[in-house]
């Protein structure tokens, strides 16, 4: 290749190099990388549920949490405690009318845990019919509306109220603590993993045998990464004055909200007892 | 016009079944490609108008009771093959939780109230549509369109009633299903849907046709808005009225129980047996038999029964419709 030296010295090219005259026919070979695709996918799914877009995609919560969750919680005992199907039956016809105002994606997600509770107590209890238990499709069907009302609430509830109604409802601090640094790690450490398994798959040009060995790589800095945001927490909660002790916010009392569910729960307990034969 | 389990010979039953599955496949598909997705629960919508009509029982004055269907009434809305998918649903459901109408002559009910009726009046529509083009030309065709469809779904049903005696009768000449010929099956079930269901069906799909035209335009033609609202609020009043239902207190022809239909005198006396096949075929036991829960006074069971049904039609569309993957806007 001729090169002449310029005027300032520099020395200049005179013809182009024949390498960059050829094609590049570099095609990367085949890999398997299911395994990949799979974590990152599974990993997108849990921060998705875990995460801020969860609270994007659900209305905006008109009630009360804490009065939601007693109402949950008492409607579940009448539910358990009731000695016919008929009062599980009045719940269920409410719980189908609250679905049916949801979207198909959110009633998808809603009834998809109480399918599967369903499902895994009719397996459990199916037994019981050979020994004379004509009634055994009692227990899972008292399972499924209970479990669909809990994934309802979970569903229509941002965490964070989540966390608010459960101190209103006297939980110790130190469980909500807990709950809420579970749900912040899990996003935390999620996105942290999510970015090490797409950078893992970008640098893989080709066939790349060895990505498993990256996986230990990719837990060992994902460990240090919580160290590093547990110290990060320690010193927020420290210039924040944070000592762990949840004080939950008083709102101004919406009286209409709290004789709603008054009047509710207390339908509810007279349905129960109507229709138990307790009265009437 | 349901027709209860073992009415029908479990051959005839075959054959029906044999006769909807192209049906309801070629549905499927006309749907993925004509409707879309924000119409998908719609279907859902129209499913549950349809399985509320089909709660409000007419008396009839031989003792029998008569409903409505509203198969064309979603025909005209959705078009016919989305009409049969939301009735042969709303069947379903009548026949697994409530009931209502046969496992076994699930497909034979379809073919009726799902395929028959809805195709029938939104073409009879099309027609006199096409001849009588005006405003007033358009009520009167969805009235006729209506009466016909009704009419000739409840003829094909009297056939199919009516051939079982022909075919299917044990040694000593009594009738194994159901007992009546044809020369009384067909009168017996025409002549109701004649002078009552027809009638209450145009009123019916004419006034609620006119109610979503002016409320909701969107659910007619693409440019206009959807508002479900209306619609909705239209369904809980119809909950809400449900229980007049109960008011016509007989059973409608041909959906007696075994000792009903032994002292029924259809054939000028009383039966005096019950056939063989009903007095001892297949049974199930339904959720809510016949929209009543046990234990429960019967108007509030039947309003529980409209809810529940109701909202199951709604929920399952607007499930498919979050899975549907076929057109997404109209072209």
């Known amino acids: 290749m001729e090169i002449k030296k310029h005027a300032e010295g520099a020395y200049m090219p005179t013809a182009i190099p024949d390498w960059i005259l050829h094609s590049d026919t570099y095609s990367p070979s085949a890999d398997k990388e299911a395994f990949l695709r799979k974590t990152i996918a599974a990993i997108s799914r849990t921060i998705t549920f875990f995460g801020p877009s969860r609270y994007q995609v659900q209305k905006r919560h008109r009630g009360n949490i804490t009065a939601d969750l007693l109402l949950l919680f008492v409607s579940v005992l009448l539910i358990v405690s009731a000695h016919s199907v008929v009062f599980p039956l009045l719940i269920l016809a409410i719980e189908l009318v609250y679905l049916a105002a949801l979207d198909g994606k959110q009633i998808r997600g809603i009834i998809k845990p109480a399918v599967i509770a369903f499902c895994f107590s009719c397996v459990l209890v199916f037994p019981s019919l050979f020994l004379g238990n004509n009634r055994w499709m009692e227990l899972p069907f008292k399972i499924f509306i209970t479990v669909l009302g809990v994934s309802y609430v979970s569903r229509i509830t941002p965490l964070y109220e989540i966390s608010r109604a459960l101190r209103a409802v006297h939980i110790p601090c130190i469980f909500i603590l807990v709950w809420d640094m579970t749900i912040k790690y899990i996003i935390l450490l999620g996105h942290t993993i999510l970015h090490l398994l797409i950078s893992l798959r970008l640098r893989s040009v080709g066939k790349n045998d060895h990505k498993y060995q990256s996986m230990a790589a990719i837990m060992g800095t994902t460990f240090l990464k919580s160290q590093e945001y547990a110290k990060d927490t320690y010193h927020a909660m420290v210039c924040r004055c944070f000592t762990g002790t949840y004080e939950a916010a008083v709102r101004q009392a919406d009286w209409s909200t709290y004789i709603m569910y008054g009047i509710a729960a207390v339908l509810l307990i007279g349905c129960y007892l109507f229709l138990e034969g307790y009265i009437g | ?331």
């Open chain 2, 1 to 331: 016009m349901h027709i209860p389990d073992n009415y029908l010979s479990p051959s005839t039953c075959a054959v029906m079944f044999a006769a909807m599955t192209p049906i309801w496949y070629y549905s499927v598909q006309k749907v993925k490609k004509t409707v879309t997705q924000d119409k998908i629960p719609l279907i859902g919508i129209g499913a549950a108008f349809s399985f509320m009509l089909m709660m409000f029982n007419l008396p009839i004055p031989n003792g029998t009771t008569a409903h409505a269907v509203g198969g064309t009434l979603i025909a005209l809305l959705l078009g016919p093959y989305a009409a049969c998918i939301a009735v042969s649903v709303a069947l379903l459901i009548q026949a697994f939780i409530f009931g209502d109408g046969g496992i076994l002559s699930f497909g034979a009910n379809c073919f009726n109230m799902a395929f028959i009726l809805p195709f029938v009046g939104f073409y009879v529509y099309r027609f006199l549509n096409r001849v009588i083009p005006s405003k007033v030309g358009h009520k009167i065709a969805i009235l006729i369109a209506s009466y016909i469809g009704i009419n000739v779904a409840a003829f094909v049903a009297a056939v199919e009633f009516g051939i079982q005696p022909l075919l299917f009768v044990d040694s000593a000449g009594h009738a194994l299903y159901c007992p009546y010929p044809l020369w009384i099956s067909i009168p017996a079930m025409t002549l109701p849907h004649l002078l009552f269901a027809g009638v209450a069906e145009a009123v019916f799909t004419l006034a609620i046709y006119e109610f979503i035209g002016r409320v909701s335009p969107g659910v007619m033609y693409d440019a206009g808005k959807i508002k479900l609202n209306p619609l909705i609020g239209l369904l809980v009043a119809l909950i809400c009225l449900s229980p007049l239902g109960l008011l016509a207190s007989g059973t409608a022809w041909g959906e007696w129980g075994g000792n009903e239909l032994a002292a029924d005198a259809s054939l000028g006396k009383a039966l005096g047996y019950i056939p063989d096949k009903i007095a001892h075929g297949f049974e199930y036991e339904a959720l809510f038999p016949d929209y009543t829960v046990s234990g429960m006074a019967e108007p509030l069971g039947y309003i529980l029964s409209a809810i529940v049904g109701a909202a199951l039609l709604v929920i399952i569309f607007k499930v498919i419709g979050s899975m549907y993957h076929g057109n997404k806007k109209a072209c």
